[in-house]
């Protein structure tokens, strides 16, 4: 019952990009750096960011990627079902499935919660949220 | 996000001995018969649940499995803690901590998921999941009477 990597590295990444929204630019080799996250990993996940609208890129030598809309209008839910497909804890029933009465007394008793739960945590959480619980430029002052 | 599947039968295997008499005993085939899962897979999630006393075996040729408990005494959360491992949607909240605790700013928002999994599953027991069950075997069987 996780997370993939591809979820939990790409809200890292747009943490980092709002915790560096002042800067114009953002370049991925100066988040794969900071994260400790590989470059090649970091692209794989920005195509997946951009292509669902939530970063944008600029192109040349001072481009890198900046986020596309206010870190108070991106929903983690809706990140994590882009980067995950889906957050249901099992597969949905596809039509024409027969279930016997204990999956169906199991689904709705107990599936069916955890996926309420789950989408209630998520769904009322916004990147601004996230990314303000750490001060970047003073968290390594805080660890020690 | 998905439960193993080893949790889903570990969950259906229970909640049928669950919907049976206290002392009633069934061996692995009876048990098969009813949910559908195979012998061997049955006796592979056994294992870790007898251990942990959920359920108890008693050998012989009359012998069978039961729960280990009364059904209001079995979480959920037990019954998954022990088939998934652990509750976790992440790996690094307890069992292997990243080293960037003190920097993780996701960290916070994990914990928050944890906890609603945990509540979740552990206000659930079986007991609740006998209540809910006879008003849903009646449907299916309606449904495939139709």
Redesign the interface.
Known sequence: ???STRG?YG??LL?DLA?HANEAQVTLASIAQRQ?ISMRYLEHIAVLLKRAGYIRSIKGASGGYSLASDPSKIV?GDVLRVL?GD?????ELRSGQE????????R????D??NQ??S???DN?TLDQ??G??D?DS??M??I | MRISTRGRYSLEALLFLALEPGDALHNTRAIAEQTGISEGYLEQLFIPLRQKGLIVAIRGAQGGYRLGKNAAEISIGDILRVSEGSLEPVGCLANEPCGREGECASRLTWERLYSAITECADSITLADLVDAYEPIETEVHTEYAI
């Open positions: 019952m996780k997370l939990r809200v890292r943490i915790d400790g983690i995950e957050l249901w804890v099992v597969d279930e016997n009465a204990l999956q169906r007394c199991i709705s008793m107990v599936y919660k955890l739960r789950i209630d945590v998520v959480l996230m990314a619980t750490i970047p968290a390594y805080y660890y």
